[in-house]
């Protein structure tokens, strides 16, 4: 299994990009994905993520740090294992290193699957220049 994104790059403040996470391999069940950020000097951490079994879409619960609630949004595509952070208004303190997240299940039993383990993607840059 492996996780792939895409989507960052250079703005302006106030300006907007789309990263998206998709997830490849065979035979995998995703119990949760999420985006963590990990700001120069400072270590990772959660931005926005999604738990529970995510199913046509709708997911479970989402959690989204304060800091960039009313400007990143998650969405998810079940059907394209993959998930979308769609953020807006961004300034100089998003600059980061934004890396997706997965835990995904993996070992089919006839019972349900055989163990859970954490991916991660290989982080993709955001600059925002003020």
């Known amino acids: 299994v492996q996780l792939v994104e895409s989507g960052g790059g250079a703005v302006e403040a106030g300006g907007s990009l789309r990263l998206a996470c998709a997830t490849s391999?065979?035979?995998?069940?995703?119990?949760?994905m999420d985006w963590y950020r990990e700001l120069p000097g400072k270590s990772r951490e959660l931005v926005v993520g999604i738990s529970g079994i995510m199913t046509g879409g709708t997911g479970g619960n989402t959690n989204i740090a304060e800091s960039v609630k009313g400007r990143f949004t998650l969405s998810s595509d079940a059907a394209k294992n993959a998930v979308y952070l769609q953020m807006t208004d961004l300034g100089p303190s998003d600059t980061a290193v934004y890396y997706c997240?997965?835990?995904?299940?993996?070992?089919?039993?006839?019972?349900?699957?055989?163990?859970?383990?954490?991916?991660w993607g290989q982080g993709t840059q955001v600059t925002v220049s003020s």
């Open positions: 997240h997965a835990e995904i299940f993996t070992g089919r039993t006839p019972t349900g699957w055989d163990r859970l383990s954490d991916y």
């Open positions: 391999g065979s035979d995998f069940g995703i119990n949760g």
